[in-house]
T-cell receptor, first 112, second 112 residues
């Protein structure tokens, strides 16, 4: 299994509070991704990173920001959580473009 | 843009039955195609892949063939087991790209 961990694994928070999710890899892969998984939508890309301090938006980036200060860590921040952001969040990594992606175990976030 | 369509579930089968999950894609150029599997409470695992037309990916008794003429990548297994109960996702990755596009997922339930 690829060395990917996510923390926390579960979180319940209130509307309007900031939340940060962490993804940590031990594979030294260049690319890292954040997805959300919702019923009927499969996985949708939020943001991705192609190197330290290099990030770009995915298809559902509104309300989310990311940072990558080290190769191994990719942080996803919800500045002011809303109920529509209740979801399961997955981090993924890949060696390069056109490479398969490997997924972390996920974080279940509930915004009340 | 790219899109992936897969049959909706749930699909309920008896053990040793034949499984087919249909997947079609739209994309410019020739994307790489993947099947991922998600067991209950876990992240996604790469099941198999194919990178060019007529390639056949296979793993754990599952197979899928990249059909350019029908833009399809159907997943098949000849004799399913209870342990194959999971959600299966078809995905495409455009050439020279690094953004996976997922189908909505198909839940498969295999009964003893």
């Amino acid at each position: 299994d690829a060395g990917i961990t996510q923390s926390p694994r579960h979180k319940v928070t209130e509307t309007g509070t900031p939340v940060t999710l962490r993804c940590h890899q031990t594979e030294n892969h260049r690319y890292m991704y954040w997805y959300r998984q919702d019923p009927g939508h499969g996985l949708r890309l939020i943001h991705y990173s192609y190197g330290v301090k290099d990030t770009d938006k995915g298809e559902v980036s509104d309300g989310y920001s990311v940072s990558r200060s080290k190769t191994e860590d990719f942080l996803l921040t919800l500045e002011s959580a809303t109920s529509s952001q209740t979801s399961v969040y997955f981090c993924a990594i890949s060696e390069g473009t056109s490479s398969e992606q490997y997924f972390g175990p996920g974080t279940r976030l509930t915004v009340t | 843009g790219n899109s992936v369509t897969q049959m909706e579930g749930p699909v309920t089968l008896s053990e040793e039955a034949f499984l087919t999950i249909n997947c079609t894609y739209t994309a410019t150029g020739y994307p790489s195609l993947f099947w991922y599997v998600q067991y209950p409470g876990e992240g996604l695992q790469l099941l198999l892949k194919a990178t060019k037309a007529d390639d056949k990916g296979s793993n754990k008794g599952f197979e899928a063939t990249y059909r350019k003429e029908t833009t399809s990548f159907h997943l098949e297994k000849g004799s399913v087991q209870v342990s194959d109960s999971a959600v299966y996702f078809c995905a495409s990755l455009k050439a020279a790209g690094n953004k996976l596009t997922f189908g909505g997922g198909t839940r498969v339930l295999v009964k003893p």
